[in-house]
């Protein structure tokens, strides 16, 4: 493939399942003489999705990458249940836009691969693997190599290998966005579906205001650049979604609010 609400309605803790919190002290982001983003400071709940949100080129994807360990912060930290990282950290998962599978493996063998480099025997990494295809609704194309795949098929692989390591952070780098419109709907819904069934912390990078309202228990709406945080928006909708929340006012009203919020900023460049 590549974080809703007026009070929080963060899910269920159930042991590791409710995920982990993260932290943005000072967070500040630089390529060269070039600032990025500037003193970030944002805390996400365990078990909450952060919406992402802001103009192209304002760090979105960077500041995933620097929570992820791969890259590191000009100034500033991130911590991830209070552990500043320093590389990359255990128990976290990366979603591409780009599905980024492995041109010879097959369904099951790209999934099983997330757990053979941690060690994980071949049996149960196939058991593992068979177990995330049918959540993701893969059955029958296990044996199927990416090529022989469309594009739904192949994020639902890539989001089967992200789910195979149990990660208790899942980042999201505009998943859906090599996708059609169709296809995209589908797949917000099943993956909705399965974090309501597995909730884990997300952060959740996308270009669509619409993607952000629906997943988000909060959403961070970056400015300009160097970018910050022009605004935290709570998302007041109820924790169970479906496709009739998107016409409910308060949907409309967020939507609406973050819009304007992008323009001011991209006005504002």
């Not at 945080?229 to 929340?245: G, K, M």
Request: proline share 5%; hydrophobic share 45%.
């Amino acid at each position: 493939m590549t974080t809703i609400k007026a009070v929080r309605q963060a899910a269920p803790a159930d042991g590791d399942e409710a995920g982990a919190t993260v932290r943005l002290d000072g967070l500040t982001m630089r390529f060269g003489e070039r600032t990025v983003s500037k003193d970030i400071n944002l805390t996400i709940g365990a078990g909450e999705v952060l919406s992402i949100v802001g103009p192209s080129g304002c760090g979105k994807t960077t500041l995933l990458r620097a929570v992820a360990g791969l890259i590191p912060p000009a100034e500033g930290a991130v911590r991830i249940d209070g552990h500043v990282v320093d590389g990359t950290p255990d128990g976290v998962a990366m979603v591409f836009q780009h599905f980024g599978l492995f041109p010879w493996k097959t369904v099951e063998s790209n999934v099983a691969y997330a757990l053979r480099v941690r060690g994980t025997g071949k049996k149960e990494a196939l058991d593992r693997a068979r177990e995330l295809i049918t959540l993701v609704g893969l059955t029958g194309f296990e044996k199927s190599y990416p090529h022989q795949l469309s594009g739904g098929m192949q994020q639902r692989t890539g989001l089967a290998r992200a789910l195979a390591v149990r990660p208790r952070l899942l980042l999201m780098d505009e998943p859906f966005g090599a996708l059609d419109a169709q296809t995209r709907e589908v797949l917000q819904f099943e993956l909705l579906r399965i974090w309501q069934d597995h909730p884990v912390t997300m952060l959740f990078v996308t270009h669509s205001i619409d993607e952000a309202v629906l997943f988000g228990n909060r959403i961070a709406v970056l400015n300009g650049r160097p970018s910050g945080v022009a605004e935290l928006i709570d998302v007041t909708l109820p924790r169970h979604r479906d496709r009739s929340v998107t016409a409910m006012p308060e949907f409309l009203a967020i939507r609406e609010r973050v819009w304007s919020l992008i323009m001011n900023a991209e006005s504002g460049r």
